[in-house]
């Protein structure tokens, strides 16, 4: 398994996300913002940080970086895309996810670990969970407020596209207590907090978050 | 050469907590009677002549705004 980690001027989690897929067994390989290059990986992590210094919009500019170009065409085509915090916001942007995210309601950067419930364990990346577990991983964002209009949120609803939700009080203002969602064709996943910084109970606050890495595992050996 | 102003204002329906927070934090510093504040962006363009209205609309539309979540307008004043 060949997984791309993409590194835009201002990320910032891209060699936990590399590491991350190195515990899942993948090699991880690196891909610049600036090719038109995916080096014909398997799937592509989209990590955390502040790229281009979230200038104008987050990740308003790094959607137009030669690279997501090429990630917006494979995700298309069905290649298993994550985006995580940052990358989260720069596949919205991207319009591979429904919705915006926006300044946390209560203005503060909020940095903590978060339980999270997984609701959808049928995405590329989400199979190794049971429905409805919960599961403990960091959180660190300052735009993290999901929003969507009342249409968009019923169609996530309706067809299950909530992949995580936020378990107890919302850190972020987030409509529908949503801390990730998918795409219709199930490939591509969104979410704020950060499954990569919680990989192993040595470094993170649980191993929670391997779940997504080795899930993907499985997709690639199955397809 | 023109000078094209783009204003960019979260939608109605979407909250903006830093809009409520300068609304918040005027009482506190003497000054009374504004209920509400919304907090957005302006783009000031020095623009070729010959660059049309529906250029410039698409340039608000794919990037100086999220329709997402921003209305937009776009004007061209006197520079």
Not at chain 1, 163 to 184: C, D, H, K, L, Q
Request: hydrophobic fraction near 40%.
């Amino acid at each position: 398994m060949r997984v791309g980690v993409i590194t835009f001027p201002g990320t910032l989690d891209d060699v936990d996300a590399q590491r991350a897929v190195k515990y899942a067994d993948g090699e991880a390989v690196p891909l610049w913002h600036g090719d038109h290059d995916l080096k014909g990986v398997d799937a592509v992590i989209v990590p955390g940080g502040f790229s281009y210094g979230d200038y104008l919009r987050c990740g308003a500019i790094a959607r137009f970086a030669p690279v997501m170009q090429e990630v917006i065409e494979a995700a298309n085509k069905g290649m298993p895309v994550l985006g995580i915090c940052n990358g989260f916001q720069i596949l919205a942007e991207a319009h591979l996810l429904p919705g915006a995210l926006t300044r946390n309601h209560k203005l503060h950067f909020v940095c903590r670990d978060q339980w999270l419930k997984v609701e959808n364990n049928s995405t590329a990346w989400t199979t190794r969970y049971d429905l409805n577990a919960e599961i403990l991983v960091p959180l660190k964002s300052g735009e993290g407020g999901y929003q969507a209009d009342e249409d968009t949120l019923k169609e996530l609803e309706d067809n299950n596209r909530i992949v995580f939700r936020y378990v107890g009080e919302n850190p972020n203002g987030s409509r529908n207590n949503i801390a990730g969602i998918t795409n219709a064709r199930g490939n591509v996943v969104g979410l704020m907090p950060h499954p990569e910084h919680a990989i192993d109970a040595l470094t993170g606050p649980t191993d929670d978050g391997l779940g997504m890495f080795l899930s993907l595992l499985d997709t690639v050996v199955k397809a | 050469m023109a000078r094209v102003v783009v204003d960019v204002m979260p939608k109605p329906e979407i909250l903006d907590p830093q809009g409520q927070a300068v609304a918040n934090a005027l009482p506190r510093l003497g000054f009374d009677g504004i209920t509400a504040v919304r907090q957005g962006k302006h783009f000031e363009l020095e623009v070729a002549d010959d660059v049309d209205d529906a250029t410039l609309a698409k340039i608000a539309e794919t990037f100086l705004a999220n329709p997402v979540i921003e209305d937009w307008t776009v004007r061209r004043v006197e520079a």
